[in-house]
């Protein structure tokens, strides 16, 4: 009997070793203990790119497991909502308690600190992934249970309108704050035609010395939202960011009062639709915990992965305080696992040669013990354990999963990484391995997504909805078919895209 290799599931830019080394641990350990069985995965990192692999048939088994659980205490997704609400709020407060301890903490001191954040993280990436492995590529119980429901009661027209949330991201929220700014800058037509003609830098001049009250404005919103872009590993930003946000709102003419009034609208005409689909429906305990269940859902995915990155943000401060103390950058103090830490603050034991080598090319998990291998070591796993990518030959159509509906036509820009964002123009189709906060200017130029990766819970998905823009997730190949330029048509209604001349 030929033995399984590992398949790939995901990819992801701009990423070290820290922190998916947790998301990987957790599938060994704090699921094992929620759901009573674990799922060996494996990452090969390569230049701050992250591919994520397991066996097929492992995550079907759990998948399956978890689905049993859910189906037989309904009350569990609740249970998960909760407990990533709790946990996440948690971490936070604790972070922020460690930040003011830092100048005092001997290196034992700060050793604990981070132990105590890589324990806490893994639980609650313990919770967190239970959503992706409900629903994620071809596992998606929460979409297909709630289309079976819906069917049953041949409501289907219901599933758009049941999945989408009226929740506010914290993306969304700094958006919307946003608006509020370019409702006060819009009063002043002299300062609408500096924030049109003048860069970033001008206007920062300009603003602290001519209107101090708009600069107020955007300081503080810098400081409340500079790390809501920031993910895994920044950089957070600044007010110049925001400053080139407001001047492309102004130069695609957008009014900020109908915009918040359509914002608001929309909410509410949400709310009652998901009100008379519920009145409509005929539902037992479990279906309704389904169908009620599913926007959460997808707004508790958003939730949790911006509060980790908060978390990421904050932590920042102590990484970079390992580092001046053991002499080492912060991109080499993100390619080391807890134990290291632990060795280099406790007794200056340090392999820098083997940091150098993992900052280059590595690999780490599970298969079935822990490993982490780099040079020849994870070269020869990859050739013995990985299977290869099937070559994909020319392809006139792409076909994925709706996300969000609507028909859209453009050329395509290839958008993984924030260095790719300067490509981007308005109108374009965007096409990604997968989205991420860090994208969002790009994504607010958009016409179209379209993603190699998704479900109902991905990013692509949940920010489509909240920009109404269409979306096709779960294609596999777009990004590797589709170049800069492509020209393509995007019928999300049907989850296609075709490629045109």
Same mark, same amino acid.
């Not at 895994?232 to 600044?238: A, K, L, N």
């Not at 908060?310 to 950058?329: A, D, K, P, Q, T």
């Not at 998990?365 to 990518?389: M, R, V």
């Given at each position: 009997m030929v033995e399984e290799k590992l398949e790939k599931i995901a990819t992801e830019y701009v990423v070290s070793l820290f922190p998916v080394f947790m998301m990987i641990d957790a599938f060994q350990s704090e699921i094992k203990k929620i759901v009573d069985r674990g799922c060996p995965l494996v990452i090969v990192i390569k230049n701050k790119k992250v591919d994520y692999y397991v066996k097929p048939s492992l995550w079907q088994k759990m998948h399956e497991h978890l689905i049993e659980k859910v189906r037989k205490e309904p009350d569990f997704l609740q249970f998960i909502f909760k407990k990533i609400r709790e946990l996440s709020q948690q971490q936070i407060k604790d972070v922020r308690i460690l930040l003011n301890k830092l100048n005092q903490a001997k290196n034992v001191d700060l050793d604990k600190y981070y132990q105590d954040y890589i324990k806490s993280n893994t639980e609650l990436y313990g919770f967190g992934l239970l959503l992706p492995l409900l629903d994620f590529h071809n596992t998606t119980f929460i979409s297909d249970e709630l289309r079976k429901i819906l069917g049953v009661n041949k409501a289907k027209n219901y599933f758009n309108i049941l999945t989408s949330t009226t929740k506010e991201t914290y993306n969304k929220k700094q958006e919307l704050d946003l608006l509020k700014i370019l409702t006060v800058i819009k009063k002043d037509k002299e300062l609408v035609e500096l924030f049109r003609t003048k860069d970033g830098v001008e206007l920062v001049k300009y603003l602290k010395k001519k209107n101090k009250k708009i600069w107020s404005l955007i300081t503080k919103h810098a400081k409340?939202?500079?790390?809501?872009?920031?993910?895994?590993?920044?950089?957070?930003?600044?007010?110049?960011?925001?400053? /080139?946000?407001?001047?492309?709102?102004? @130069?695609?003419?957008?009014?900020?009062? +109908?915009? %918040?009034?359509?914002?608001?609208?929309?909410?509410?005409?949400?709310?009652?639709?998901?009100?008379?689909? #519920?009145?409509?429906?005929?539902?037992? +305990?479990?279906?309704?915990?389904?169908?009620?269940?599913?926007? /959460?859902?997808?707004?508790?995915?958003? &939730?949790?992965?911006?509060?980790?990155?908060?978390?990421?943000? &904050?932590?920042?401060?102590?990484?970079?305080?390992?580092?001046?103390?053991?002499?080492? !950058? %912060?991109?080499?103090?993100?390619?080391? #696992?807890?134990?290291?830490?632990?060795?280099?603050?406790?007794?200056?034991? @340090?392999? &820098?040669?083997?940091?150098?080598?993992? #900052?280059?090319?590595?690999?780490?998990?599970?298969?079935?013990?822990?490993? $982490?291998?780099?040079?020849?070591?994870?070269?020869?796993? @990859?050739?013995?354990?990985?299977?290869?990518?099937?070559?994909?030959?020319?392809?006139?159509? %792409?076909?994925? /999963?709706?996300?969000?509906?609507?028909?859209?036509?453009?050329?395509?820009?290839?958008?993984?990484?924030?260095?790719?964002?300067?490509?981007?123009?308005?109108?374009? @189709?965007?096409?990604?391995?997968?989205?991420?906060?860090?994208?969002?200017?790009?994504?607010?130029?958009? !016409?179209?997504?379209?993603?190699?990766?998704?479900?109902?819970? $991905?990013?692509?998905?949940?920010?489509?909805?909240?920009?109404?823009?269409? $979306?096709?997730?779960?294609?596999?190949?777009?990004?590797?078919?589709?170049?800069?330029? /492509?020209?393509?048509?995007?019928?999300?209604?049907?989850?296609?895209?075709?490629?045109?001349?």
């Open positions: 409340k939202y500079t790390w809501v872009h920031y993910v895994y590993e920044g950089p957070s930003v600044d007010e110049i960011y925001f400053l /080139d946000f407001l001047k492309d709102y102004l @130069i695609r003419g957008l009014d900020p009062a +109908k915009e %918040l009034a359509k914002n608001e609208a929309a909410k509410e005409k949400l709310k009652n639709e998901q009100a008379q689909a #519920l009145q409509k429906l005929r539902l037992n +305990k479990y279906e309704k915990t389904i169908v009620t269940g599913a926007s /959460d859902f997808v707004f508790m995915k958003a &939730y949790r992965r911006e509060m980790q990155t908060l978390s990421y943000y &904050y932590i920042e401060n102590i990484l970079r305080e390992i580092g001046r103390r053991l002499h080492l !950058s %912060l991109a080499q103090v993100r390619m080391l #696992l807890p134990e290291e830490i632990s060795l280099g603050l406790k007794k200056n034991v @340090i392999n &820098y040669n083997l940091i150098n080598q993992r #900052l280059k090319f590595m690999v780490y998990g599970y298969n079935p013990t822990k490993f $982490c291998y780099d040079s020849s070591k994870a070269k020869n796993l @990859i050739k013995q354990e990985i299977k290869l990518e099937e070559k994909v030959g020319k392809v006139n159509k %792409l076909e994925g /999963d709706t996300a969000s509906p609507g028909r859209a036509k453009g050329k395509v820009a290839i958008i993984n990484t924030p260095d790719d964002i300067p490509k981007m123009q308005s109108g374009n @189709i965007l096409v990604s391995a997968s989205t991420n906060p860090n994208l969002m200017p790009a994504i607010r130029q958009a !016409s179209a997504i379209i993603t190699d990766e998704g479900g109902l819970t $991905c990013h692509a998905a949940i920010v489509s909805r909240e920009l109404g823009i269409p $979306c096709v997730v779960g294609t596999k190949i777009a990004s590797r078919v589709l170049k800069d330029g /492509d020209k393509v048509k995007v019928d999300a209604d049907k989850g296609v895209v075709k490629i045109i001349k």
